[in-house]
């Protein structure tokens, strides 16, 4: 079945830098887009990033464009998320998830979670 | 942007009952839409994509319909399960936004 793992998740100071990990398996992680979402305590989803199967497109939403940089490793099918500058309404549950094989990506499988706290 | 907006913000509604979520997309993002519920403390799970793609597993009391800006989630007899926040999803476009999401509360 479908697995994503994410770690990397902790606390700390605005300004610095996190580096997220999701370990995907239970499928062939070459063929799909995948994406980082997150979700501020007792808010609701918001998409961050998203990376293309082969690794050559990626896209950014607004507030995290020139911060954050997503990444893919297709030979230990992982996935990561860089995070500098980090600010405190960075400060959130990020879920890695599964996309399609398309053009057009939607969340078909997501993960468990890793949370991010920044403050000082 | 493409802003994405539900309604209602809250619902409640009791076992048996037929509930509707609306999704309205700020300009036209037909058949581009997916639906997720996510349960307290749990990770979202995917519903429906493309509009009334329902996906493998996912009871037959929910449904998905609408065109353009519009669209509806339905679930047709609600069950004690189905209480969770509901969240909608354009895949027409960069960047991805979602709804803010529907609170379906037991009456």
């Known amino acids: 079945q479908v697995l994503l793992v994410e770690s990397g998740g902790g606390v700390v100071q605005p300004g610095t830098s996190l580096r997220l990990s999701c370990a995907a398996s239970g499928f062939n992680f070459n063929n799909d887009g995948m994406h980082w979402v997150r979700q501020a305590p007792g808010k609701g989803l918001e998409w961050v990033a998203t990376i293309s199967n082969g690794g050559r497109d990626t896209y950014y939403a607004g507030s995290v464009r020139g911060r954050f940089t997503i990444s893919r490793d297709n030979s230990k099918s992982t996935l990561f998320l860089q995070m500098d500058s980090l600010r405190p309404e960075d400060s959130a549950v990020y879920y890695c998830?599964?996309?399609?094989?398309?053009?057009?990506?939607?969340?078909?499988?997501w993960g468990q979670g890793t949370l991010v706290t920044v403050s000082s | 942007d493409i802003q994405m907006t539900q309604s209602p913000s809250t619902l409640s509604a009791s076992v048996g009952d037929r509930v509707t979520i609306t999704c309205r997309a700020s300009q036209s993002v037909s058949p581009w839409l997916a639906w997720y519920q996510q349960k307290a403390g749990k990770a979202p799970k995917l519903l429906i994509s493309e509009t009334s793609t329902l996906e493998s597993g996912v009871p037959s009391r929910f449904s998905g319909s609408g065109s353009g800006t519009e669209f509806t989630l339905t679930i047709s007899s609600l069950q004690s399960d189905d209480f969770a926040t509901y969240y909608c999803q354009h895949h027409n476009s960069y960047p991805i936004t979602l709804g803010q999401g529907t609170r379906l509360e037991i009456k």
């Open positions: 998830a599964r996309g399609t094989m398309f053009d057009r990506q939607y969340f078909t499988y």
